[in-house]
Structures are given as C-alpha cells and as structure tokens.
C-alpha cells in the first residue's frame, strides 16, 4: 500500500472521509483455491484517488513434500511454483475494474520424466467492484469496505472450472499504524456444479517504521462439489508478510515490495502440505 496514500488518509482522515469523499479500491483479488498448496493472503482494503492505477506481479514456490497421484505408489516429491499478475484501475468515485492471471506450474524434483512435470493450473479473471470509507469517532483513522464480483476462466485442459466469484472485505485503523481486518469469498463453479468458500482475518503494523509493514493473517477455504471429477477439500493457510514501501513525498509513484510466507497449517484433500514463499512488486500511479 502506497506510503503516499495511506499518510495523506490518515493525516486527515477526519475532515476528508466525509467533505470528498474520498474512493477506496481493493488490493485483495478473487482467486480459486487449490487443493494441493497453500493459499495466497487475499488482500486488504487500501486508499486510493480517481483514476488511479495499480500494477503487481508476484512469483512464490513451494516449500515442503506433496504426493503426485499420476506417479507409482512410492512417495513422491511433488513442488510447485506460481506466478501471477493484476492491474486495477478505478473508475469514478467509487468504482473500479480489472483482471488477474495465475498459472501454476507443478513437477515432481526426483523424476525427471514424470507426467507431473508438466502438469499446470490456472485462471484469468475479469471483476468490478465498488469500495468506501467512513470515519465514524475518533477512536478510528478510517472503516474501510469493498465489494467486487467477477469471472474467472480455466487456462488449461486439465482446468475444468470456469466460474463466477464476489467478494467482500473489510477494515479499520487505530493508532494511525494499526490496521485488522476481515474478508471472504464465495465461488460458483459452473463446469461441475459445485461451491468454493474462503474465509480470512489479519493484523497489520502499517508503515510503523519508516517505509516497513509486517502482516499476519489466516484464511480458510474449502470447496464442496461432487466426486469423482471435483472432489471435495479444505485447507487452513498462515500468512506472514513483509512490505517495503519506496514511495516518499517526493517520489510517490515508486514500487512498493513484499516477502511472504504462506503456511499450510491442515488439509483434507487430493495432495499433502505445499507452502508458498515469494515475492510481490507493486506500484501506483
């Protein structure tokens, strides 16, 4: 989130919130859950002024041992890697658009010639939403929530789901640093018939020293569908991350950059623990 932005909020929060209404879009994005790693932090809230655009792209891989079920019956040491990519732009006061690509790319390390090396998912997605802010005491620098909807498309053959996603989130800041929230998420799967649902909270010491932000938070998802073609799965996810923000007064539009480890605390499903560590790089203008 850009230093910029969220200073100019907080420092007069107040007397703009509810005098310009001041339009807020949503870094968090609709995403399908898989059952075989761990989830991506599904975002926050975040300050931001008509007609402004954010780019990100984002590479993590996975840390830990998954079963390949294409492979014999040995255990096998199944890694993923995954890559992706948004832009957002705002529309009006309180609108905003966009799309999202990810593509993961899963191989077995020990076998070179395995099915699993070439095995990948993905999904592009179109959305819209809307985002607001309120400053209702004192006792609060801001109450922000956004809403979105979109669709999301399979990139591949072995994606079978094209589906139709809403979101929404919320979150409030104390203490001019602090920032907690909540969100959620809810998929239709279209192809075979079935429903996704994510669940998430976090913490956040925002830009309390110098440029630096650290974030915990947890998500829930699950899918319920019909095997044997979509079986049915859930997973509990830990995210810890750290951003760096080079925006200063001077130079606003500079990158922002995060590192991020997302845990795979429990599963049920078609593959064992596959935690995420990457990297993220952002940046508004």
């Known amino acids: 989130m850009s230093l910029v932005y969220r200073k ?11 005098l310009l209404g001041l339009p807020v879009t949503l870094y968090g994005l609709i995403e399908f ?8 932090f599904p975002g926050e809230p975040r300050l931001a002024t008509p007609g402004l655009i954010s780019l990100g792209v984002r590479t993590a891989g996975s840390i830990g041992k998954g079963e390949c079920r294409f492979a014999p019956e040995e255990d096998r040491h199944r890694a ?23 593509v993961d790319r899963l191989h077995d390390r020990r076998y070179s010639n395995s099915r699993c090396n ?22 609060f620098d801001f109450i922000d929530f956004s809403c979105e909807t979109g669709l999301l498309f399979p990139l591949f053959e072995k994606d079978q789901h094209t589906a139709w996603g809403s979101r929404l989130a919320l979150s409030v800041g104390i203490f001019d640093w602090i920032t907690a929230g909540i969100g959620g998420n809810l998929l239709f799967l279209f192809d075979h018939p079935g429903i996704q649902h994510h669940v998430n909270v ?10 630096f932000s650290f ?11 019909s095997p044997p073609q979509a079986p049915s799965w859930r997973n509990t996810t830990l995210h810890i991350l750290m951003e760096y923000d080079l925006a200063q007064e001077t130079h606003p539009h500079l990158p922002h950059i995060s ?9 049920k499903g078609a593959y064992q623990k596959l935690s995420l560590m990457g990297v993220e790089i952002g940046i508004d203008f």
Request: with cysteine; aromatic share 20%; proline share 3%.
């Open 33 to 40: 859950g898989f059952p075989y790693r761990a989830s991506f």
């Open 215 to 225: 974030l915990f938070g947890l998500t829930y998802q699950a899918q319920k569908s």
């Open 8 to 18: 100019t909020q907080r420092m007069n929060t107040r007397l703009l919130c509810f």
């Open 259 to 267: 590192f991020f480890y997302n845990h795979l605390l429990s599963g």
């Open 80 to 102: 993923v890697h995954s890559s992706g990519a948004y832009i957002t732009a705002n529309i009006g006061c309180h609108g905003y658009i966009g799309s999202m690509i990810v």
């Open 202 to 211: 976090f913490l956040k010491a925002d830009h309390f020293l110098q440029g």
């Open 118 to 139: 070439n095995y990948r998912h993905g999904f592009s997605e179109l959305f819209g939403g809307g985002a607001w802010c309120w400053c209702p005491s004192p006792h």
